[in-house]
């Protein structure tokens, strides 16, 4: 890192986190219908991302991993913290987000998001492939689908896992009032990442960081999160997409919309201040510096100016600052590729859930 803090000029910031992602859904645009259309929550995960997961292999990981960085960079935002899950090809999935990443110049947390919905033995092998990669020095914490999907063995094992490697757990907790949340009770600290908790009552008597998904949660039908209430309760509230892609600005304002629709006096400060938690995983994000086409780079401004795109992305490395994004364009890869490779990938997904 050359310089964590450098001074920023009015039309630039340091680059935006996204708090929460799962990288793999990039290529799900355009995706098959699923057999029938889904009603409620549960048959969104099962008729759709549960297939979807199970379609992947190594090279689909790969380049939807690279299509999510590249779309991220583009957006002005420079760090992920990725939430995988590929029961078909777990063994060294996440050293592939990983790398994928670093070749665009995107920085990445990773976990595996064990489950039980695959057996004991699928587990087992996501509990391995989190440790294998934490054990080699990924940057990343332990994953956990939800805890309706783990048996209480599972759920423990992965937080002693964490534990051990001084790591927290990524989980997603009370996105449906199906989840059994309160299994986690006993369990959680203050470096787990706690994702959605729409339908946590105020005294869940959880720890650690919320990560609140606004376009998520509305498009999953799930209910609003009122994440007022968690920073009330003195718990720190973050910012993620939940695989919507990676447009932080963008994700922000619909923050902010969503809040003033629960309670008028909410201000752009509120969604802005959960936009910048998500730094907290990634410190060296704040020497990152994104130059944007607006003037000035005020929330106040922003939440009522659509369109707003980065000019130019510096990210700060141990060689210093090395420009990523300028002139409409990634400088270390080549874009048009990425999205051609990621187009032949997609299909290759499609024919797969269409059989």
Same mark, same amino acid.
């Given at each position: 890192?050359?310089?964590?803090?450098?001074?920023?000029? +009015?039309?630039?910031?340091?680059?935006?986190?996204?708090?929460?992602?799962?990288?793999?859904?990039?290529?799900?645009?355009?995706? $098959?219908? +699923? $057999?029938?259309?889904?009603?409620?929550?549960?048959?969104?995960?099962?008729?759709?991302?549960?297939?979807?997961?199970?379609?992947?292999?190594?090279?689909?990981?790969?380049?939807?991993?690279?299509l999510?960085?590249?779309?991220?960079?583009?957006?002005?935002?420079?760090?992920?913290?990725?939430?995988?899950? /590929?029961?078909?090809?777990?063994?060294?999935?996440?050293?592939? *987000?990983?790398? !994928?990443?670093?070749?665009?110049?995107?920085?990445?947390?990773? !976990?595996?998001?064990?489950?039980?919905?695959?057996?004991?033995?699928?587990?087992?092998?996501?509990?391995?492939?989190?440790?294998?990669?934490?054990?080699?020095?990924?940057?990343?914490?332990?994953?956990?689908?939800?805890?309706?999907?783990?048996?209480?063995?599972?759920?423990?094992?992965?937080?002693?896992?964490?534990?051990?490697?001084?790591?927290?757990?990524?989980?997603?907790?009370?996105?449906?009032?199906?989840?059994?949340?309160?299994?986690?009770?006993?369990?959680?600290?203050?470096?787990?990442?706690?994702?959605h908790?729409?339908?946590?009552?105020?005294?869940?008597?959880?720890?650690?960081?919320?990560?609140?998904?606004?376009r /998520?949660?509305?498009?999953?039908?799930?209910?609003?999160?009122?994440?007022?209430?968690?920073v009330?309760? @003195?718990?720190?509230?973050?910012?993620?997409?939940?695989? *919507?892609?990676?447009?932080?600005?963008?994700?922000?304002?619909?923050?902010?919309?969503?809040?003033?629709?629960?309670?008028?006096?909410?201000?752009?400060?509120?969604?802005?201040?959960?936009?910048?938690?998500?730094?907290?995983?990634?410190?060296?994000?704040?020497?990152?510096?994104?130059?944007w086409?607006?003037?000035?780079?005020?929330?106040?401004?922003?939440?009522?100016?659509p @369109?707003?795109?980065?000019?130019?992305?510096?990210?700060? @490395?141990?060689?210093?600052?090395?420009?990523?994004?300028?002139d @409409?364009? $990634?400088?270390?890869?080549?874009?048009d590729?990425?999205?051609?490779?990621?187009?032949?990938?997609?299909?290759?997904?499609?024919?797969?859930?269409?059989?």
């Open positions: 890192m050359n310089d964590p803090a450098p001074s920023l000029a +009015p039309d630039q910031t340091p680059g935006l986190v996204c708090a929460h992602h799962h990288l793999y859904s990039a290529l799900a645009r355009g995706m $098959p219908a +699923p $057999p029938r259309t889904p009603t409620e929550f549960l048959e969104i995960l099962e008729l759709v991302w549960w297939r979807l997961d199970c379609a992947l292999d190594d090279d689909l990981i790969e380049w939807s991993a690279k999510g960085a590249l779309e991220a960079l583009a957006r002005g935002c420079t760090s992920i913290v990725d939430h995988h899950e /590929s029961p078909n090809a777990i063994d060294g999935s996440l050293s592939i *987000i990983a790398e !994928a990443c670093a070749e665009v110049g995107v920085r990445v947390n990773c !976990a595996y998001g064990v489950t039980d919905r695959h057996g004991p033995d699928g587990a087992a092998a996501g509990l391995a492939e989190n440790d294998r990669f934490l054990r080699e020095g990924g940057s990343g914490m332990v994953g956990i689908h939800a805890a309706f999907t783990c048996t209480d063995d599972t759920i423990a094992a992965a937080a002693e896992l964490a534990s051990n490697h001084g790591v927290g757990v990524h989980v997603h907790v009370a996105e449906g009032p199906a989840d059994t949340w309160d299994r986690l009770r006993g369990h959680t600290a203050e470096d787990w990442w706690l994702v908790g729409v339908h946590l009552p105020d005294d869940h008597g959880l720890t650690g960081t919320v990560v609140h998904n606004p /998520s949660n509305m498009n999953n039908a799930v209910g609003y999160a009122r994440p007022t209430r968690f009330e309760a @003195g718990l720190p509230v973050a910012l993620g997409t939940d695989g *919507i892609g990676a447009d932080m600005l963008d994700e922000f304002r619909v923050a902010f919309v969503r809040a003033r629709e629960h309670d008028v006096t909410a201000t752009p400060d509120l969604a802005w201040g959960w936009l910048e938690t998500g730094r907290a995983l990634f410190p060296d994000s704040a020497g990152d510096v994104v130059t086409d607006y003037p000035v780079m005020d929330p106040w401004r922003l939440a009522y100016s @369109g707003v795109s980065p000019l130019r992305v510096e990210v700060d @490395g141990p060689s210093g600052r090395e420009t990523l994004w300028a @409409g364009a $990634p400088t270390r890869v080549d874009g590729e990425i999205r051609a490779k990621a187009a032949e990938a997609a299909t290759r997904l499609f024919d797969r859930l269409e059989a």
